[in-house]
């Protein structure tokens, strides 16, 4: 997508094109067709055209043997003041002509566009059909078109014309998808003699001639066409849409009749011209990473799905094993949250991170910002990623069939009156296939069976001056673990673990703007499920029922100014039953006695936020925030977080972002309960300090950013073996088990260089340099993280080549996970086993990382249907990265864990 240049881009995002200018004859005139309608937004006005150029074939090419004639497509800048500018050949024909439309597009002038009254700039693209004019008498047997607009009578006087009849009429639609293509120009012209009927196929290379006679009209938003008054016979018709690939048929009308047509045109290899207008009512942030659905589809190693592309971007350090946790500049992965349609969700990834628990193929937008985000989220110290869904398709019915080799699901939408619906479901099927795959008898004692399944039905309607969205969605997912003892005949409940993590979630959104107005509501229900079991060690269940809700009102005081006030409140209750092994008595070993705990009771948090804009110049504008969040029944605690970011644009193509501000969060349950953790335990809290630059290489397509990041943790909740007096039950000394003495300190550097989305190629390199110390209170002072990552590379690029095929690699170079070593192990002489004797906290690291994960797409689209195949290979070279160490019995001997293997994945996408 292409963005607004120039000083007054006012948080808006326009891609328009003009399409259909056809020349048969020279001299000509070239007149730029007005835009598309601006779509959802009323505030933007697209530019109108107020001159036309005439242009004549060149007399020097025409004495050439073949004259050249063809389509040129030009993409321009209407400027503030109405004049072209940046003006860009995409397709030539040839260097004369060539030049001849670049010159017609440099003298148009506009009505320049506006937004809320004031200019601003936007990018249209024009499609100019050429040839050489060949005069020839018009045949006096077939008469002129007669043109739509009215007409005079003989005499003079004035009377409505009588339109020619409708002899033509259809619909023109995207192959494979049949959505409508709107804004093409589809032109009737005399058929060649001797050509026959159907699709004129390949190039012909005759002699272009002047046709006697052409009519010519435009598709509308629904894809429909008439032409009026072509004369009965052969014709030929070319449909041309910008980003489609040209149509060319041969048709016969019969005598007074009508012709009724239907034509698909394939999309190219990537067709960025689409008709996009968005207002940025989000506040930029500091950092905000955003990737869209039409570049993630082809990303290598991520299956497709949207949410794992986040594990690309800087600032995020490797997981282990390729698990699904999101380690975000130096935090632990659940100080980062994820929002989905303004409320939080419990998990990201299912088991294994082979895929996300939401379908990305109706999401609309992701946005990772690893720090300083607006006052509207909170309960994090880390980083924040939001997603939002989009509406179903309103241009019919769609759906598809997706299999591969982990799990198999399907998506249906289309409209429903005036809204849209969208339901998705998939499953897996690892379970079913791992025992088939496992051959009775082969020695393997390890045995792993993982289930997931997820779900999504999305309704939206217009209501009132919004649109009011009803949304059910969720996601299960079980894991066992069976690892019999090697003197046990068979397996019993103590050689295995087991888990399930599910959810369930329905909501309730209103949105709505007027003027400058906007009001959000949106209440929404979760169930929670969470179980484990660790053979006779430990168990717990957890299940919580939550209501929460969610109310903006924003108001832009003026073209300066804006506030946007919010409350976020969650209320609900929970029930823990769980056993687990006590804490061993001060100056002794273990006692072998359990804690049993069936806890439970109700919980509520409430949140008021308040942003607000203020641009001091066009160029400079703060961000001054504030969040108060109180949890008034389980913790008794509040939390006050004042932030401020700025944007300050240096150059046209260069900005540059910065921020402060304070976050908190609530200690995890087991830290606040009062069987294992501590109900007297504060927030947990950090400062988060940034500043970046960003440049656009508009020519190209190249985005360099840099943000350098500080981030001071403290209060956190560490286990403590001190003993406090609890006078709430008497004099009675108990263990305090945790406290808030855990601090740390986590710099870096994160670069980010990105190739957008174009004809051919997409892609991105990503570097972060950082380091991450915590001390733990445990009297080793600070130490490095358990996720320390230094230097974090990853390489990616996605080409796109002839007849739907498309080509992507990812390289990733990352430093080693630190870990603590043992260097032997000492007798426990009151069981006989072995205790280890290790080295400070994660002192020693493991090798460098390094993963080339392949991607080969290809995609064939015939009129109703579409089918994509694809092989995905993660590993591609099998490389035996060492993510752990086994240690023996004894500690005496070990042996390197290795990850995942060469782990390849074959698809199948069937749509209509």
Known sequence: MLGLRGPRRLGVRVLAFATGIVLWLGPGVLEAAPPPAAGPVSELIPPKPKSTISVSYPAQLLEREHPPGGTIVIQYVVGVDGSTKEIELLESVDPVLDQIALDAVARLEFVPASYEGEPVEVVLSLALELGPPTPAPVPDEIPDAIPDEAVANPDGSDAQAVAPPVTIRGRIREAGQRSPVEGASVLAVPAPPGWPAGQVKGRRYEQPEEPAWQVEARTDAEG?????????????????????????????????????????????????????????RELPEVT??????????????????????????????????????????GSAPTDTKTYLGYHEIPQLFHFGAITSVFNSDILAQIDFIPGNFDSRFGNAIGGIINVQPRRGRRDGHHGYIDADLFDAGALVEGPVGKGSFAVSARRSYVDAILLAVIPPGSGIDFNVAPRYWDYQGLFDYPLGDGNLSVRVFGSDDQLAVVNPDVNDTEPDDNDGFDTQIAFHRADLVWEAEHG?????????????????????????????????????????????????????????????????????????????????????GPFASLALYATSTIAATDRFTIYPGLRFTYNGIVLERAGLDPRVRFAWQVGDDTTLKGGVGVYSQFPDIFELNEVWGNPNIAL?????????????????????????FYKYVYSIAVPTSALVLNTGSGTAIVPERFDNEGFGHVAGLELL??????????????????????????????????????????????????????????????????????????????????????GPRNSARHPAFHQLDLRVDKKWSWRYVGLTAYVDVQNGYNRRNVEGILYAYDFTQKRNIAGLPILPS???KFEW
Do not use: M
Request: charged share 20%; proline share 6%.
């Open 224 to 280: 429909y066409f008439e032409l009026r008054g072509v004369p009965a016979g052969d014709v030929r018709l070319v449909v041309l849409g910008l980003g489609y690939e040209r149509l060319d048929y041969i048709e016969t009308l019969e005598p007074e009749s009508i012709l009724e047509l239907e034509y698909f045109q394939h999309r190219l290899e990537s067709n960025p011209y689409r008709t996009v207008v968005t207002t940025d």
């Open 753 to 838: 260089i990105r190739k957008d989305l174009t004809k051919k190629l997409f892609g991105w390199v990503s570097y972060t340099f950082s380091r991450a110390f915590y001390d733990l209170n445990d009297g080793e002072g600070l130490a490095r993280f358990d996720f320390d990552q230094p230097h974090i590379l990853t390489l990616l690029a996605v080409y796109k080549l002839p007849r739907g095929w498309s080509l992507g690699g990812r390289f990733r170079l990352v430093s080693g996970n630190p870990y603590t070593p043992v260097y032997r192990g000492v007798v426990d002489a009151s069981d006989g086993g072995y205790f280890p004797i290790t």
């Open 516 to 600: 400058p107005w906007s009001v959000l509501l949106t209440p929404s229900y979760r169930h929670d499920l969470f179980t484990g079991n660790g053979g006779d060690t430990f168990s717990f269940q957890v299940v919580r029922d939550q209501l929460s809700f969610r109310g903006e009102l924003g108001y832009r005081i003026s073209k300066r100014a804006a506030l946007r006030l919010g409350t976020e409140v969650v209320a609900g209750s929970y029930d823990l039953e769980a056993r687990a092994p006590g804490f061993p008595a001060v100056g002794a070993g273990g006692n072998g006695l359990f804690n049993a705990a069936d806890l439970g």
């Open 684 to 708: 947990e809290k950090s400062v988060h300090n940034s500043l970046g630059v960003a440049h656009v290489f508009d020519d190209y397509g190249l985005l360099v950013e840099a943000t350098l």
């Open 906 to 908: 074959v698809g199948l």
């Open 288 to 329: 905000r990473r955003t990737i869209t659905p039409d570049e993630i589809n082809a990303l290598p190693g991520t299956q497709g799905d949207a949410l794992k592309s986040i594990q690309n971007f800087p600032g995020v350090a490797r997981p282990p094993f390729g698990a699904g946790l999101l380690v975000v500049r």
